[in-house]
């Protein structure tokens, strides 16, 4: 690419015949430099803010690199919670079910010995009340002995 300096710097040969007016060409020149240095001076500033973009973009990618490792470390840690509280809800439930089934069979237990401790006072009153019975009988049996 040509530099303004390049263009201020050329010089023409003079042509013998039928060449073009000098003043003309420098005239010309002085120009198409003028304008060609405010456009190459455009042309760097805007290499220079595109440089500048692409630096930007580059940290705004790496930025959101380190939030998709940031995002996806916390949804490998919530998994991984998620999954230990799923494991400890089983095991509270297994222990909790393991402990009605036991206190379930101690109240079955607590049943069947109140049940058998009633049928043997059941049966201790009615040989109470057979021995009471008889010993009635005996003492009417005497009364009426006694009375005759």
Avoid: C, W
């Avoid at 240095?37 to 500048?52: A, D, F, H, I, P």
């Avoid at 049966?123 to 008889?134: A, D, E, F, G, L």
């Amino acid at each position: 690419m040509l530099t303004p300096i390049d263009i201020d710097n050329k010089v023409f040969k003079k042509a013998k015949i039928g060449g073009y007016d000098i003043k003309d060409v420098e005239d010309f020149l002085v120009l198409v430099m003028s304008d060609y240095e405010k456009l190459y001076k455009e042309n760097n500033e805007l290499r220079g803010q595109v440089q500048t973009l692409q630096e930007s973009v580059d940290h705004y990618s790496s930025l959101e690199a380190g939030i998709d490792r940031t995002v996806e470390n916390a949804q490998s840690e919530a998994d991984s919670i998620k999954l230990e509280a799923q494991k400890q809800a089983e095991t509270i439930k297994s222990s909790a079910e393991l402990d009605a089934k036991q206190r379930l069979e101690d109240l079955q237990r607590q049943i069947i010995k109140a049940e058998v401790d009633i049928e043997t006072k059941k049966n201790q009153m009615r040989i109470y009340k057979i021995k009471v019975q008889s010993m009635l009988e005996a003492q009417l049996k005497i009364l009426n002995e006694e009375e005759g």
